[in-house]
């Protein structure tokens, strides 16, 4: 098990950019593939990205290819989130998730693949 904290959300004006960071506690990172999602008001949690435990593949939602990308540094334990061209659908609360897994270079994109989730950080988008 691993404990999760999101940080870096805020107030960002359409066209900006942030980056979100999930700094994990409790074990090692590098056993972990990790996941982003978002959830909007009155709407489900829906997945958003993905990276394998060893940071050699990601996976994308289709409405933020090209805009957003995910990472990992193991070293310093932490997952992140680079989020640029945002838009006012992009608003949303961000969770980190991570899962352990034995299978280094695969990528989890369903909710119920992961047990560790963080308490999610805020993204709002608007002018």
């Known amino acids: 098990q691993v404990q999760l904290v999101e940080s870096g959300g805020g107030l960002v004006q359409p066209g900006g950019s942030l980056t979100l960071s999930c700094v994990a506690s409790g074990d090692t990172i590098n056993k972990y593939a990790a996941g982003w999602f978002r959830q909007a008001p009155g709407k489900e949690r829906e997945f958003v990205a993905a990276?394998?435990?060893?940071?050699?593949?990601?996976y994308y939602i289709d409405s933020v290819k090209g805009r957003f990308t995910i990472s990992r540094d193991n070293t310093k334990n932490t997952m992140y989130l680079q989020m640029s061209s945002l838009k006012v659908e992009d608003t949303a609360v961000y969770y980190c998730a991570a899962k352990r897994t034995v299978r280094t270079n695969d990528v989890y994109t369903q909710k119920f693949y992961y047990a560790d989730w963080g308490q999610g950080t805020q993204v709002t988008v608007s002018s």
């Open positions: 990276i394998s435990s060893s940071g050699g593949r990601t």
